[in-house]
């Protein structure tokens, strides 16, 4: 079973984060621009802007705690 698996590189990492960054931005200005077309159409949009609003909770969070657990050094 190990043999299928393999560790990425520092290349493939690097390829891997910004496709994940693209789709990222892709989603979160997809779900604006639906937004704001239902708000234009005069009805509500709460699952849209909901979805919007969680999307950016978890990309800032993780990027908050990713960045804080990079930085912090084990003091012994």
């Not at 496709?19 to 159409?41: E, G």
């Amino acid at each position: 079973m190990g043999k299928f698996i393999k560790k990425a590189d520092e290349m493939e990492m690097t390829i891997n984060f910004k496709a994940m960054r693209l789709s990222w931005v892709f989603l979160t200005l997809s779900l604006a621009v639906w937004d704001i077309y239902i708000l234009i159409k005069g009805e509500t949009s709460n699952l849209v802007t909901l979805l919007i609003a969680v999307n950016l909770i978890i990309f800032s969070g993780s990027k908050l705690y990713y960045a804080k657990k990079m930085t912090t050094y084990d003091k012994k």
